[in-house]
């Protein structure tokens, strides 16, 4: 029993994890905001590392000397760096600084014209997901290998390996890839998240010009170090 509780705290470290995960590589909005103004940010990667055991040095989100405004305001200031920054490196015109994209990154590994959805491992990771009881979300139209909607998918299947059941019309634990959600995770984890992700937060923190984001590339990079090697 003990081991039990100790696995599914584990799992909901991780899905903890990678929830700020994709908080922070989404586009900016008012929540992310408020936290990395206010200091939340930085507690909870903390937090969230060493209860993986996993030591890191994560940089101050809002900067060395925090915002210079206090509550709503700085939020709201810092909401606006944010989003000209996001644009920049994820969108960019005519191109990112930092695509954002698992299927892109292969694409100029293997040396090919990146295109988004019809590309091998968008269409792999669209498969994965839908394996899992998920697709894409209504009202969107973006690819599923966005790196917030992978990470998305890892804290699902962290909270399913820590014993949250099953949405309705999910797949039992036994019907996911490889068996089980400990093995789901695994298998993703591996196969598209640590193929792709160390090489984005590397270039991540060098491309960006604001300090939460080199603070959210450390944060990731770090977090791809957790294998989950008892599962």
């Known amino acids: 029993m003990g081991n039990e509780v100790a696995d599914a705290s584990v799992w909901q470290a991780r899905a903890a ?5 994709a908080l922070s590589l989404r586009y900016p909005d008012a929540e992310l905001a408020e936290a990395a103004a206010g200091g939340e940010w930085d507690e909870a990667a903390g937090e969230i590392l060493a209860a993986l055991g996993l030591p890191a040095e994560v940089p101050a ?4 000397g925090g915002c210079d405004t206090a509550g709503p305001a700085g939020a709201d200031a810092l909401l606006r760096a ?6 920049r490196l994820f969108v960019g015109a005519p191109g990112p600084a930092c695509s954002p994209y698992e299927g892109v990154w292969a694409a100029e590994a293997d040396g090919v014209q990146p295109l988004l959805f019809v590309n091998p491992r968008s269409m792999e990771v669209e498969r994965f997901m839908r394996s899992c009881g998920l697709g894409r979300p209504e009202g969107t139209n973006e690819p599923l290998d966005h790196v917030a909607t992978e990470c998305e998918l890892l804290e699902h ?5 820590a014993g949250a059941p099953a949405s ?4 039992d634990g036994a019907d996911l890839p490889g068996g089980s959600p400990a093995a789901a995770y695994g298998r ?4 598209h998240a640590q193929a ?3 090489a984005f937060a590397e270039r991540l923190a060098a491309e960006a010009r604001h300090p939460f984001y080199r603070a959210a590339a450390a944060y990731l990079g770090a977090l791809l170090a ?6």
């Open 17 to 21: 994890a990678w929830e700020l995960a």
């Open 61 to 64: 989100a809002a900067g060395e």
């Open 82 to 87: 944010l989003r000209p920054e996001a644009t």
């Open 157 to 161: 299947l962290a909270l399913r390996a």
């Open 168 to 171: 309705e019309g999910a797949p």
């Open 188 to 191: 993703f984890l591996s196969g």
């Open 196 to 198: 792709w992700m160390p």
């Open 226 to 231: 957790d294998w989950p090697s008892e599962a």
